[in-house]
């Protein structure tokens, strides 16, 4: 196992008492302070179940499944740290247990370990602990961020926190831990309560690993009294007690952490000198177009797993990202597919200024968006589709412009006389699920004239996807006589990427996932465009 760079410097960030505090926000959040300083700065996501990745949970599990570059299907948590810094993630930022144990036998079996006895200590945790360096190894990092997913006292985490003892031993002052806690309000007694911290960090001293800093999570102030009380009994200076308490944006957090010193309590733990002060005015200016916006716009979400709103996460952030360039604050009105029947499709989509019909998988709540669709053709109301959502676009114009009634996806109807939507060649073989599918950053050719190219400015450009079924370039022809034009195509397989609608307001679909490249720093000029558009409707 070779080592990273001397300098770089290790930061664990772990979580107690309840799951769900926001570790990500955290991570990238010190994440972006350290960035305003000049350091450089990574993050990576370790999670303790054994699915190789997330790519084959229901969204109903794990949110949504966030995709690199690069092709990994990763956890949400890797888009905040994206939106955060600005900063690609890859294959290597997202480490699941099941992908620590399925290199360890795989070693194993080519008989790596000489005929040793594999064990927990020291051939899981030696791997855990290559995963977490080998980001250092490859990019040389000031700092490098590893958030542990799930909670202390977990049986699944605990080779994560052993590796976590092994390091801060080996590496001294270049590893420093992070416990995130919650101070629960009693309303009943009318206080803060610390004992749930306190017997939070004694199962971290049982597993051999002191805190060097408490992140408290709580929806009231700390005052001295509380914070002198966690120090003592958790054995950190005061200074290292911060508060986090509940704010109305997730993007108000690094300001507040900045307020708390986190990132200079850091740099004093990992005795690194400060470079600058953090530039944080870039950030600032966000916030504040953020908190005052001149006017709001309501767009609708239509998707089926609109009861948990994490998985579509991405989504919803590019939203309030393009806002911010409009000067607006965008209302989502969240709807289930599922729940859209021609009875109520005009309540449904009533006082809506657009919509985005989401992505997905499967049969379930497919005619409902067909239905919105229709709807938003037919009625001038800017309209985005994502993946599925684009290919539902072209099946209901195919239904009811081309007279094509029967046509549909054979994801959904494989006996269909229309396939409209088809299997890619080369997925026809594919019968493992996992990771398989075509995944990851591919080109696209815009032409011109098209509402895209103006949209983005040039005729090739990048963006990520996730997907099996295409649409059917048989039937392409049809499409355009009939004014639905492909003005994306990839170079490479010839593949549709995007569609739009002549005559239309504004009607675009995609192939690729845009949400996923949208940033603070870096809005989706799509999903700013569709925002414009529908704030002048």
């Known amino acids: 196992m070779t080592g990273p760079k001397i300098n770089t410097r290790f930061i664990f960030v772990t979580g107690g008492v309840t799951s769900s505090l926001g570790k990500g926000i955290i991570s990238a959040s010190l994440a972006k302070l350290l960035q305003a300083r000049g350091y450089t700065v990574t993050i990576q996501k370790l999670d303790p179940y054994i699915n190789i990745d997330p790519g084959t949970l229901n969204p109903y599990e794990h949110g949504e499944c966030y995709v690199t570059d690069d092709g990994a299907e990763t956890d949400l948590d890797l888009g905040h740290y994206e939106r955060f810094l600005n900063v690609p993630t890859s294959q290597a930022n997202n480490v699941t247990t099941g ?64 590796a976590i003892r092994q390091m801060k031993w080996e590496m001294g002052s270049n590893c420093l831990v992070i416990h995130l806690t919650l101070i629960p309000y009693l309303a009943a007694a009318r206080e803060l309560k610390t004992k749930p911290t306190q017997h939070s960090v004694k199962t971290m001293l049982e597993y051999g690993v002191q805190p060097d800093i408490l992140v408290c999570r709580t929806e009231r102030p700390l005052n001295d009294h509380i914070r002198n009380k966690i120090a003592l009994f958790c054995n950190v200076d005061v200074s290292s007690v911060i508060e986090s308490i509940d704010t109305s944006s997730i993007y108000k957090v690094p300001l507040l952490m900045q307020d708390e010193k986190l990132d200079r309590v850091v740099l004093k733990k990992t005795k690194v000198s400060a470079k600058q002060p953090p530039n944080m005015k870039r950030w600032r200016a966000f916030i504040n177009r953020l908190e005052s916006p001149k006017h709001t716009v309501e767009i609708g979400l239509v998707g089926k797993y609109v009861e948990l709103v994490d998985s579509y996460k991405s989504i919803i952030e590019s939203l309030i990202h393009a806002g911010t360039v409009n000067n607006c604050k965008v209302n989502l009105r969240l709807i289930h597919s599922e729940h859209i029947g021609k009875d109520n499709l005009k309540e449904k989509l009533s006082g809506l200024k657009g919509v985005i019909v989401a992505p997905g998988f499967g049969n379930r709540g497919i005619e409902g968006k067909i239905l919105a669709i229709n709807y938003l053709r037919t009625n001038g109301i800017p309209f985005m589709a994502i993946c599925l959502g684009m290919q539902c676009a072209m099946i209901e114009f195919a239904r009811n412009v081309l007279d094509l009634p029967g046509a549909h996806s054979t994801e959904m109807n494989p006996a269909t006389a229309d396939p409209i939507i088809d299997i890619m060649e080369e997925q026809k073989k594919v019968h493992i699920k996992g990771g398989t599918m075509r995944l990851g950053a591919f080109s696209c050719k815009i032409s011109r004239p098209s509402r895209v190219f103006d949209i983005y400015g040039s005729e090739v450009i990048s963006e990520r996807h996730r997907h099996r079924f295409e649409v059917n370039n048989h039937y392409l022809k049809r499409f355009e006589d009939a004014g639905m034009s492909a003005p994306g195509i990839n170079p490479e397989s010839g593949l549709v990427e995007i569609i739009e609608l002549k005559g239309h307001p504004w009607f675009v679909g995609v192939q690729f996932h845009p949400e996923y490249k949208s940033t603070v720093d870096a809005p989706h000029p799509l999903f700013i465009d569709f925002v414009k558009a529908s704030s002048m409707i």
Do not use: C, M, W
Not at 114 to 122: A, R
């Open 99 to 162: 992908k620590i144990y399925q290199s360890v036998i795989s070693k194993e079996r080519q008989g790596n370990y000489l005929g040793e006895t594999v064990q927990v200590i020291p051939h899981i945790t030696d791997e855990i602990k290559y995963r977490i360096k080998l980001l250092a190894d490859k990019n040389e990092f000031d700092f490098v961020i590893t958030e542990i997913g799930g909670t202390v006292g977990d049986i699944e985490s605990l080779p994560y926190i052993e």
